[in-house]
């Protein structure tokens, strides 16, 4: 099973000795959400599972205020709101440092536009907002196949579809990953020379293939 690991990989093989800075904000990632959407239901892309990963980093005296927010919502950690999106958050402190990270997860097994429209409405929610406006985004989806070879020309129509400018390829037997950029999504990593804004992998296993896209990167198991 490849993992991040793998994603964070290929981007410091593109931005080795240079800064990083990702290019995000709210507004930008849902229209990205938004873009996804449109292309899964005029393409009939079945979605599997997806992955919304926001991180921030905030002062301790705003811990307290994030933590009475969550109790007031009635929110904690590994929540479960209902069977279509699972809500769950992470509060991480280091002794050497001054800022707390924190990292706020969507998932589920099903998308559609009722799961489309929860996700934006939590993302839109004014507290939400407070603490997570200068937030990193990422999302990921896949989709599974019991057919490989479908699964492999879905791979190369996204590739084309998106108009993939190609910054790196990872092809090894029974697993591929694409980084590169497309000018139809808006958050990206970038560097002075290089930015990349999508990752396409896909694995093949015994019983088909799993498609898997990311933006800016994949940041879950594929």
Known sequence: MRTLFIGLYLISFIFSNH???????????????????????ENELVIDSFNFTIRTE??????????????QKDFSKDSHKNELVHEEFDVSRFDQRKKVKVTYVLTGDIWNEQVKDEIKQRLNDESFKEFFKNGLYYSCYQSKY???????????????DFDIQE?????????KVLGGKTDLIKTSLNESQHSINIQLAIRDE?????????TPILVIEY
């Open 58 to 71: 905030i002062n301790e005296s705003q811990v307290e205020r994030l933590e009475n927010m969550l109790i």
């Open 19 to 41: 800064t990083i800075y990702q290019t995000t904000n709210l507004d930008n990632f849902l229209n990205d959400i938004e873009t996804f959407d449109q292309y899964f239901r």
């Open 167 to 175: 910054q790196n390829m990872l092809d090894e037997s029974r697993f």
């Open 206 to 214: 015994i019983d088909g293939a799993t498609l898997t896209i990311g």
């Open 146 to 160: 019991s057919d490989r070879m479908n699964s492999n020309l879905f791979f190369d129509r996204i590739r084309e």
